[in-house]
């Protein structure tokens, strides 16, 4: 009996960690599983470098679409709020600089880190992106187009882009949002790698 049962614990332990494979394991510790965001590997069977190039900012393009990022980068001078992405309340405004309007800066309100007790998000150069940033109700090929294009994305060289999307901070707060939001999918990290992957296979666009 007991050797019964130690086998069909033995055989359920191997079912799940089959199941758990097949999954798919973290890249590294603390990267996530890999199934929230497809590693460029995961685009490697794509023989043609254009069409793999477009294949991966399309995966990338799950995290500029998701609200964490378009709430950010809205469509005109009000952010979005929350993953139904509603107008910010209470009613704010760009201003001059994306910091706000002199009478309610971004900063009046949200604070170095984000404050769970309030549900507040908070960083401490907490700000909208540029006008000629907005990426609120665009397609992925738009946003592609428009990432490359100097003149809509900051000045930004695609050099740049890896670092400010793999290692800008307030970036990064989009995969740690705190109570209320969803993060955004796998993990800065993994988004890097994608970037990277994208502008090394010729940055095409979807």
Not at 21 to 38: I, N, Q
Not at 104 to 110: E, Q
Not at 112 to 134: I, K, R, S, T
Not at 155 to 177: E, F, K
Request: proline share 11%; with cysteine; aromatic share 4%.
């Amino acid at each position: 009996m007991r050797i019964a049962l130690r086998a069909a614990v033995i055989g359920l332990a191997g079912l799940l960690a089959g199941t758990m494979a097949s999954r798919g394991a973290p890249a590294e510790p603390g990267d996530g599983p890999a199934t929230a965001l497809a590693s460029p590997e995961r685009f490697a069977g794509i023989a043609d470098p254009a069409a793999r190039s477009a294949a991966i900012f399309t995966e990338l393009g799950r995290v500029l679409t998701h609200p964490r990022c378009t709430n950010c980068h809205p469509a005109g001078d009000r952010p979005r709020q929350g993953d139904g992405a509603r107008p910010h309340q209470p009613p704010v405004f760009r201003g001059v600089d994306g910091h706000g309007l002199p009478a309610l800066r971004c900063a009046s309100c949200h604070g170095p880190a984000n404050f769970d007790p309030a549900g507040m998000p908070g960083h401490p150069v907490w700000h909208l992106a540029p006008a000629e940033m907005a990426w609120e109700g665009r397609s992925v090929a738009a946003i592609c187009a428009q990432i490359k294009d100097p003149a809509r994305n900051g000045g930004r060289s695609l050099q740049d882009l890896v670092a400010h999307i793999g290692n800008d901070s307030l970036v990064g707060w989009a995969w740690a949002p705190g109570r209320g939001r969803s993060p955004a999918p796998g993990t800065q990290k993994r988004a890097k790698a994608l970037v990277e992957a994208w502008i090394v296979s010729g940055a095409a666009c979807p």
